[in-house]
């Protein structure tokens, strides 16, 4: 088995979690509240940003230049690509995506996971730790939206089924780079590397988890007081 495959097999207690989770399945049935796609979609915006700059950091870690060309293509991606997921979306609840983003969020749950995705990048040299840290992402969209295609109790007739049209095939080029160098950078790891490097991942995917469910119920700081003061 392959040390990405290890990683993906040991996430799957938790992608089941999100999957029954109220996000995904008021999704499923296109039921979703409105208010929960705008925090949704405002956080995401958010975390897609951080995510962008990630890739701009592994740049310098990359093995070879043809990983640096794909690092490149996914920063184009996550400019351009990915909105359309988001539109569908804002269309869901009929309302302008620009106008929805224009206010910025940022939730406890985003918080928590952007600064773990960091804290891998600046703290490790080998890139795996951080790509670790980046690669539930992608999965785990791609897992949900699979899964939901072939659940009957997927509501074919409302707009969000085409999100989960998008993530069930779109997200498949960059989960096989991020399996590869996965695989590569962690040839020479010692056991108790490759251990942490396995958290890293499995706490991504938590934070994923914890991500869908910041929006469902959504998630502010509270510093006490009726105005947060």
């Given amino acids: 088995m392959t040390f990405s ?30 208010q929960a796609v705008r925090q949704y979609l405002r956080a995401d915006a958010s975390y ?17 230049m043809k990983d640096v060309k794909f690092l490149v293509e996914q920063i184009e991606f996550m400019l351009d690509g990915e909105v359309e997921a988001h539109e ?16 910025k969020v940022w939730p406890p749950s985003g918080d928590h996971y ?3 995705m960091y804290y891998h990048a600046y703290a490790h040299e080998n890139a795996a ?19 939901a295609l072939e659940d009957n109790n997927l509501n074919r007739d409302a ?9 069930s095939t779109e997200m498949r080029p960059l989960i096989e780079v991020f399996d590869r160098l996965l695989d590569e950078l962690t040839e020479n790891c010692t056991e108790q590397e490759k ?28 510093f006490g007081g009726a105005n947060h003061e």
Wanted: proline residues 5%; aromatic residues 14%.
């Fill in 88 to 103: 569908i979306l804002a269309d869901y609840i009929n309302e302008p995506y620009e106008e929805i983003v224009k206010e």
């Fill in 48 to 64: 897609l940003k951080e995510f962008t700059n990630l890739y701009a950091l592994l740049i310098p870690k990359a093995p070879t």
């Fill in 5 to 34: 495959t290890e990683l993906k097999e040991a996430s799957q207690p938790i992608i089941e979690k999100i999957y029954n989770d109220g996000f995904i399945q008021d999704l499923l049935k296109g039921s979703l509240s409105n």
């Fill in 129 to 147: 730790y951080t790509i670790a840290a980046m690669a539930p992402c992608p999965y785990v969209y791609e897992v949900v939206a699979k899964m």
């Fill in 195 to 222: 251990a942490d490097i396995k958290e890293s991942f499995l706490q991504s995917t938590i934070h994923e988890r914890n991500f869908f469910n910041m929006a469902y119920i959504d998630e502010q700081w509270n």
């Fill in 159 to 167: 707009i969000t089924a085409k999100w989960f049209d998008f993530y």
């Fill in 114 to 116: 952007i600064k773990h």
